[in-house]
């Protein structure tokens, strides 16, 4: 499956932004789908997850009732609502999808990944 992450840019501290990630190839619904963000300097980490059909979904700590991931399988699409963005959420954020069965918060556990979209929030 390929993925294509979009919807990036520029918001300032405090305000919201939706990033999609388009899939071709394959059908979402075969896969559990995540979304990473990788800071300078930093390591790759998880932000959320979603389980097939949607019917669970996980958090990083950090971003825990301000983020909110969605799938619709009919459109092969997977997003990511971005609330009260903080200057600590500036990154580079990827989709992925995972043949998991369970939630998968693991990079190791992603088979595919889309090609990142830069999110920066100036303080």
């Known amino acids: 499956v390929q993925l294509q992450a979009y919807g990036g840019g520029l918001v300032q501290a405090g305000g919201s932004l939706r990033l999609s990630c388009a899939a071709s190839?394959?059908?979402?619904?075969?896969?559990?789908m995540g979304w990473f963000r990788q800071a300078p300097g930093k390591e790759r980490e998880v932000v959320a997850v979603?389980?097939?059909?949607?019917?669970?979904?996980y958090y990083a700590d950090s971003v825990k009732g301000r983020f909110t991931i969605s799938r619709d399988d009919a459109k092969n699409t997977v997003s990511l609502l971005m609330d009260s963005l903080k200057p600590e959420d500036t990154a580079v954020y990827y989709c992925?999808?995972?043949?998991?069965?369970?939630?998968?918060?693991?990079?190791?556990?992603?088979?595919?990944w889309g090609q990142g979209t830069l999110v920066t929030s100036p303080a």
């Open positions: 190839g394959r059908t979402t619904g075969n896969y559990v």
């Open positions: 992925a999808a995972s043949s998991s069965v369970y939630l998968a918060k693991l990079k190791y556990q992603y088979d595919f």
């Open positions: 979603i389980s097939r059909r949607g019917v669970a979904t």
